[in-house]
């Protein structure tokens, strides 16, 4: 009971506060703008993000592919809209975004301004143009060994992954392809590599359907090394059931039991410093999210543990955002270039952004039928770059272009400043996003954070009693009793010292007492 009146008023403070918010800040956008309070609950908040603008072929000037007086023409009959799209990329070193446009059969280049500047339909070989057929991926980076303009193609109905250096804006050589590994240690009868990425030695790694002992790894020079980074089994109670039947089963039983086996990545990104981060597309609670270290080791483990979640949590009829029942189904990632980690979910077309640290910092983005800025039927990748997140759609075939909305930009400062440790500098942003948002709960444990620094212990007390954070609180309660325990030794010393004085002079006085009743 105690629980629920603690949740009731932190609702009723989040909706106080969410009718303190101007009106704007969810009528400009086709979706609810929420974040999550302690204990899991949905609660509204403001935007962190609004919806520019949706580019299509046309803004893209695809059109010009199909214009013979065009350094681009293929033919007349070019298709001037996307079609499919799987996969966008952004190649940070030349600030150029990279499409797999999958169902033309062609990777797309384009601009910072998402204007195209070049179309790759295939892969020069000796043997002449080798086409593509349903390229799912694209991955873009300058060799650090040759200094050219790499492209990384998941070549998916060809079976083969394209590693091709980039000559022009329409013709790139191969350099090396990847097939299906000839190795008893690759169990799966088909080659079918969805997304890519590369490290900067050029060892290539994989997403392959049906593959689900993590990305397939490549050397350089095409030679298989094994897997990478591969799941955990998830726990269920089916999983747990079949393990001890497994101990006291028969042979035969075993061979006939169906194998409980890890699910398979869904897309990943390679950060700066070398890590990959993964996301697993069918709803689990083991191994959602992940950040690898060049050995394959999910370093979250430690780091991060069991105290986050990943996407929408579950909810039910009690909601403030819906009043049904799903679970996330996240289908791509991407860190941008100051550590934000955005995740798309592609059951709700929403954006998960998060910090280093995995503090959700918002949400953004729908999935709805109408054709509306902001909202997707097929939302298939997400890029970033600054504090821009890109969104590419495969039904609706365009892009929508997110950028930061003034609240966006204040909590951004904040958890910028916050993963540094900088806590105090982090405190007037902090002060500025409760004035706004007085139910986003990350703000008190920030200012309560800056407050511990200073040494304002009691004042720390309260912002942590108020974000519910038992954890920082007890530590600032620790501090703040050995404050007050060398600001007082003196008075306390003397008090003591009093005390044991007066009960010696009554003990003295009962025991006169006593004596002369005796006398008599």
């Not at 009554?506 to 009743?517: P, Q, V």
């Amino acid at each position: 009971m105690k629980l629920t009146l603690k949740r009731m008023l932190t609702l009723t403070m989040a909706l106080c506060s969410a009718m303190t918010m101007t009106l704007t800040a969810f009528a400009d956008e086709p979706y609810r703008t929420y974040n999550y309070d302690r204990w899991g609950d949905t609660v509204p908040s403001q935007g962190g993000y609004r919806a520019e603008k949706s580019v299509t072929g046309k803004e893209m000037e695809l059109e010009r592919l199909a214009d013979p007086s065009d350094p681009l023409f293929v033919s007349e009959d070019a298709s001037v809209v996307l079609k499919g799209a799987k996969d966008l990329f952004l190649d940070d070193d030349n600030n150029e975004f990279w499409v797999a446009d999958t169902e033309n059969h062609r990777i797309l280049r384009l601009d910072i301004n998402l204007k195209v500047i070049g179309r790759y339909y295939g892969v020069m070989t000796a043997d002449g143009l080798s086409n593509f057929n349903t390229p799912s991926g694209v991955y873009v980076n300058v060799s650090s060994i040759t200094g050219d303009l790499m492209l990384y193609v998941a070549d998916t109905e060809n079976d083969r992954i394209v590693k091709a250096k980039v000559t022009s804006e329409t013709e790139c050589e191969m350099v090396q392809d990847y097939l299906k590994p000839d190795s008893a240690l690759y169990d799966s009868e088909t080659f079918k590599p969805s997304k890519v990425i590369a490290d900067n030695a050029e060892n290539i790694y994989s997403v392959v359907s049906s593959v689900n002992t993590g990305a397939v790894q490549f050397s350089k020079d095409g030679s298989f090394t094994g897997f990478y980074g591969a799941n955990r089994v998830e726990a269920t109670a089916e999983v747990i059931a079949n393990k001890l039947w497994r101990k006291i089963a028969s042979n035969d039983q075993i061979a006939g039991m169906e194998r409980s086996v890890p699910t398979e990545f869904a897309n990943f990104d390679l950060d700066a410093d070398g890590f990959i981060y993964t996301v697993t597309e069918i709803s689990t609670d083991t191994d959602a999210v992940k950040k690898l270290n060049p050995a394959g080791y999910n370093i979250w483990d430690n780091e991060v543990g069991d105290e986050y979640t990943f996407g929408d949590k579950q909810v039910d009829s009690q909601n403030l955002v819906s009043n049904f029942y799903f679970q996330s189904k996240l289908t791509d990632i991407v860190v941008s270039d100051n550590g934000m980690i955005n995740i798309l979910d592609f059951e709700t077309g929403r954006v998960f952004q998060y910090d280093k640290l995995c503090n959700l910092i918002c949400v953004f983005g729908g999935k709805n039928s109408a054709n509306q800025r902001g909202s997707f039927l097929a939302p298939n990748a997400v890029e970033a770059i600054g504090n821009n997140v890109y969104v590419i759609d495969g039904t609706k075939n365009d892009i929508t272009v997110f950028t930061e909305t003034t609240f966006g930009s204040i909590l951004h400062e904040a958890y910028l400043l916050y993963g540094e440790g900088k806590y105090i500098e982090a405190e007037p942003y902090w002060e500025e996003v409760i004035a706004r948002d007085g139910g986003y709960t990350s703000a008190y444990i920030g200012l309560g954070k800056a407050a511990l620094n200073s040494d304002e212990y009691v004042k720390a007390l309260k912002y942590f009693k108020v974000a519910y954070d038992q954890g920082d609180y007890d530590k600032a309660f620790e501090y703040a009793r050995e404050e007050f325990l060398r600001a007082n030794f003196t008075y306390l010393i003397i008090a003591a010292i009093a005390l044991i004085v007066v009960l010696f002079v009554i003990k003295r006085l009962i025991k006169r007492r006593k004596a002369k009743k005796g006398g008599k």
